[in-house]
């Protein structure tokens, strides 16, 4: 039989993280994060079992904008109390939203989508997309998400917005994604933020800040198996971020 005491010391040491991005230290790039100054508010809702430390990106989003708030939870009374501060017409804040409509069945031609009430296309584009204040992603996965849909039932009174992207998520292979749609949380933000604010550089600096991640990630990815996500459960999907994650 196998001596306890040896066995602890032969286990190994838990890798330490960031206390910023909560990543472990060596996918951690913080220190090449530029600060984005940009007009809209962010907000991002994480499910408290997300558990993607590798490749979530919620935090490295937020990390770009000083304003930004990431909220752990599963519900919160309404948009004021999850964002800590007043905020007086929740419509003008928009919520990716997690229903059935998708950008291709529709006859839509933007990158990004105001739907009505009924989940179709909404009339009046501009006007309603041009009023936005803020902007409330959910990060997880796909069953995660629609879970904090569900429970948050303030989110109605939020303008629904769908994406619709000009490239597949640049995770490729190292996550796959429901749908074909489905982004990761900061390239959700980044098709977001730059489209309603027509500021193309700030996709440039969160896609690019994103790409540094999956680029260190494949580089420990061999050393350090044990940083790979865990595989999600049968049954479930990966996340329609917009997330995302982490």
Same mark, same amino acid.
């Given at each position: 039989?196998?001596?306890?005491?040896?066995?602890?010391?032969?286990?190994?040491?838990?890798?330490?993280?960031?206390?910023?991005?909560?990543?472990?230290? %060596?996918?951690?790039?913080?220190?090449?994060?530029?600060?984005?100054?940009?007009?809209?508010?962010?907000?991002?809702?994480?499910? %408290?079992?997300?558990?993607?430390?590798?490749?979530?990106?919620?935090?490295?989003?937020?990390?770009?904008?000083?304003?930004?708030?990431?909220?752990?939870?599963?519900?919160? %009374?309404?948009?004021?109390?999850?964002?800590?501060?007043?905020?007086? !017409? =929740?419509?003008?804040?928009?919520?990716?939203?997690?229903?059935?409509?998708?950008?291709?069945?529709?006859?839509?031609?933007?990158?990004?989508? =105001?739907? !009505?009430?009924?989940?179709?296309?909404?009339?009046?584009?501009?006007?309603?997309?041009?009023?936005?204040?803020?902007?409330?992603?959910?990060?997880?996965?796909?069953?995660?998400?629609?879970?904090?849909?569900?429970? !948050?039932?303030?989110?109605?009174?939020?303008?629904?917005?769908?994406?619709?992207?000009?490239?597949?998520?640049?995770?490729?292979?190292?996550?796959?994604?429901?749908?074909?749609?489905?982004?990761?949380?900061?390239?959700?933000?980044?098709?977001?933020? =730059?489209?309603?604010?027509?500021?193309?550089?700030?996709?440039?600096?969160?896609?690019?800040?994103?790409?540094?991640?999956?680029?260190?990630?494949?580089?420990?990815?061999?050393?350090?198996?044990?940083?790979?996500?865990? %595989?999600?459960?049968?049954?479930?999907?990966?996340?329609?971020?917009?997330?995302?994650?982490?």
């Amino acid at each position: 039989m196998s001596n306890p005491a040896e066995t602890a010391a032969t286990a190994p040491e838990p890798i330490p993280e960031c206390p910023h991005c909560q990543k472990p230290l %060596p996918l951690c790039i913080c220190d090449s994060v530029t600060p984005i100054e940009n007009r809209l508010s962010l907000l991002v809702l994480q499910h %408290p079992q997300e558990q993607d430390r590798a490749l979530g990106t919620a935090r490295l989003l937020a990390k770009h904008f000083e304003g930004a708030t990431v909220r752990v939870g599963l519900s919160w %009374p309404s948009l004021s109390k999850a964002l800590g501060r007043p905020i007086e !017409n =929740a419509s003008h804040w928009a919520v990716l939203y997690l229903g059935s409509a998708r950008a291709a069945d529709l006859d839509v031609e933007g990158e990004i989508v =105001a739907l !009505n009430r009924k989940g179709e296309v909404a009339e009046n584009q501009r006007a309603i997309l041009g009023k936005l204040e803020g902007v409330v992603l959910l990060d997880g996965t796909w069953s995660q998400a629609k879970a904090l849909w569900w429970r !948050n039932p303030w989110m109605l009174k939020c303008q629904r917005v769908i994406l619709n992207p000009k490239h597949p998520s640049r995770y490729g292979r190292l996550r796959r994604e429901p749908r074909k749609d489905g982004l990761s949380t900061i390239e959700a933000a980044a098709t977001l933020l =730059a489209g309603l604010e027509r500021r193309p550089d700030i996709a440039e600096t969160l896609n690019a800040s994103f790409e540094r991640l999956l680029t260190r990630y494949r580089e420990v990815q061999a050393e350090m198996p044990e940083l790979a996500p865990k %595989p999600a459960p049968k049954g479930r999907r990966r996340d329609f971020r917009r997330g995302k994650r982490s």
